[in-house]
């Protein structure tokens, strides 16, 4: 009995490490600087990009990106992929040249690899959409976090949408 408990002990102990190792948390920075303008901006897709998740690991929510940024994804984009048996990922929807989306949030994730800086967005066409908050990571260019910038959108993926 004694060994019965001692194995018991052990087990909680190494379930909690491996918790704590694969944990992640999540918190909304749209109030901190340099974010507060963020939310609410606008863009206008500039490059047909797939609604995906990764095989390996969930996100909360769908992310967006093309072959550019995540080699898994086919090369050409079309909607006839949606639903392929793809090693690394399942496409879910296509987001197409011209459509919209608005920032609605600054999400911060840090783990034990890292702190990740992403905007959760909503596609102005949401109601006929199944998607329509999504994760833009893969489209996002990070290199001003390191001089504690924030994070901007890829011109290349989608631009701001100029209200005149």
Not at 30 to 57: C, M, Q, W
Not at 86 to 114: C, E, K, M, W, Y
């Amino acid at each position: 009995m004694k060994w019965f408990l001692v194995a018991v002990g052990v087990v909680l102990v190494a379930a909690f490490a491996y918790l704590q190792m694969h944990s992640v948390k999540t918190t909304y920075v749209n109030g901190l600087a340099p974010y507060t303008t963020l939310p609410g901006r606008e863009f206008i897709v500039e490059h047909d990009s797939y609604v995906f998740k990764f095989k390996a690991h969930d996100t909360d929510w769908p992310l967006l990106g093309a072959r550019d940024t995540v080699a898994d994804l086919p090369a050409e984009v079309s909607a006839s992929n949606v639903g392929a048996d793809l090693p690394g990922v399942r496409i879910l929807d296509v987001i197409h040249v011209g459509d919209h989306f608005r920032i609605a949030s600054v999400r911060r994730d840090v783990s034990r690899s890292g702190t990740k800086i992403t905007f959760e967005v909503l596609l102005a066409d949401e109601a006929t959409r199944k998607y329509p908050r999504l994760d833009t990571y893969w489209i996002m260019d990070h290199s001003p976090e390191k001089e504690g910038a924030a994070p901007e959108i890829l011109s290349a993926y989608a631009v701001p949408l100029r209200r005149e």
